[in-house]
């Protein structure tokens, strides 16, 4: 369970009178559309049918250097404008907890984007 935020891909800056560097006269809090991506998958010590069939039909394929595949989900979350970091990290970590992903069998890392 890891959430990651690039502040530099994620949030538009500021300048120091509060509007967007590019040219908006309209706070670039505003402006902004933040997204959050959620992977889930098994963890390490569950074990992947689907994966492991994967890797045997790559193998058949002539993939030989294909050694291990392990399946998952991925999900792309759409956050309301004007949202603050801090509370948007909580919910989304929440909601794969609790929602998106099985504590007892899954890993889940989130990531936000703008």
Do not use: W
Not at 11 to 39: E, Q
Not at 99 to 107: F, G, I, T, Y
Request: proline content about 6%.
């Amino acid at each position: 369970m890891q959430a990651s935020f690039a502040p530099e891909r994620c949030f538009t800056v500021l300048d120091g009178r509060g509007f967007n560097p590019r040219g908006s006269r309209r706070p670039a809090r505003y402006n902004r559309k933040v997204k959050a991506r959620v992977y889930v998958s098994f963890k390490k010590t569950v074990l992947d049918p689907q994966g492991q069939t994967i890797q045997h039909a790559l193998n058949g394929l002539g993939h030989k250097l294909v050694t291990g595949v392990r399946q998952g989900k991925f999900f792309e979350i759409e956050l309301a404008p004007g949202v603050e970091r801090e509370p948007a990290v909580h919910e989304v970590e929440q909601i794969a907890r609790d929602v998106l992903a099985n504590p007892v069998m899954e890993d889940f890392q989130v990531e936000f984007f703008d």
